[in-house]
């Protein structure tokens, strides 16, 4: 059996490694990404506005999925929890603004073609102007899936979340 030896050879052109040589360091350079951080320490619960936020430059291969490079992505948010000043941040670490806590008694707004209908509900989530919440209906006790509106104004999104459990008769 014999056995085949290649050997693969070839010569870069002085300006073509010029150029090589060039490139490199600016690919070096091209790895750094500009993230927003927080200007200030910003406590949990707080809205963030857009003066308590500044931009930094940071390695982009060290860097982890989700964090904000815009000012308008963060501004108006809620921090879920204490923002360092000048550290990195996930878009997880934000939400929109509570306008609905647990336990809250809501109007819900229910229309169809021609009919609507509004009646008071009672949270069983908190939740921010866009969100989706679970509503309880007091009369029926059934549980609906509502968007929100507005603080204490939900709109609901269909039926019931799950049927209700079905008394076996004797």
Known sequence: MKTATYFWSFRLSPTLLAAFLLLVPMAAQAATVRVVVPARDIPRGEVIGETDLTYATVDGNSLMSGVPTKIEEVAGMQARRVL???QT???DDVRRPIVITKGQ?????FSAPGVELVAMGR???EGGIGDTVTIQNPASFRM????????????ANGGPISAPAKLARR
């Not at 609906?144 to 709109?155: C, F, M, N, W, Y």
């Open 84 to 86: 360092s000043a000048g």
């Open 105 to 109: 008694t809501v109007t819900m707004q």
């Open 123 to 125: 949270a069983m989530s």
């Open 89 to 91: 941040f996930r878009g």
């Open 144 to 155: 609906i899936a509502a968007t929100v509106t507005a603080p204490g104004v939900v709109r």
